[in-house]
């Protein structure tokens, strides 16, 4: 199993950028399919992006399409989300997970391993 630590969120205006970054400890996050998550409140945990452990054919929301990057670096365990053009309706705690299969899920429990999460908030 992959222990996954979140980090990079905070407060930003309309407009601006984050990024977000997910730390990864065991020897599994390079055969992972990756995924980032996303939970405001009084919502279900929803589907932001995801991608495979070689790095290649990302998956994204259609919400976020064309502004978040999500992108890996297997020699250093980690997952990264670039977020650009960042909207009120981006708020959220925003996870990161881990599953060690080859095929991208968009469905949470398809997910085994969570980090704790790091809240995004976007002002107007």
């Known amino acids: 199993q992959v222990q996954l630590v979140e980090a990079g969120g905070g407060l930003v205006q309309a407009g601006g950028s984050l990024r977000l970054s997910c730390a990864a400890s065991?020897?599994?996050?390079?055969?992972?399919?990756m995924g980032w998550f996303r939970q405001a409140p009084g919502k279900g945990r929803e589907f932001v992006a995801a991608?495979?452990?070689?790095?290649?054919?990302?998956v994204y929301a259609d919400s976020v399409k064309g502004r978040f990057t999500i992108s890996r670096d297997n020699a250093k365990n980690t997952l990264f989300l670039q977020m650009d053009s960042l909207k009120p309706e981006d708020t959220a705690v925003y996870y990161c997970a881990a599953r060690p299969y080859s095929v991208i899920h968009r469905v949470a429990a398809s997910y085994g391993s969570w980090g704790q999460g790091t809240q995004v908030t976007v002002s107007s």
């Open positions: 991608i495979s452990f070689a790095g290649g054919s990302p």
């Open positions: 065991g020897r599994t996050f390079s055969t992972s399919t």
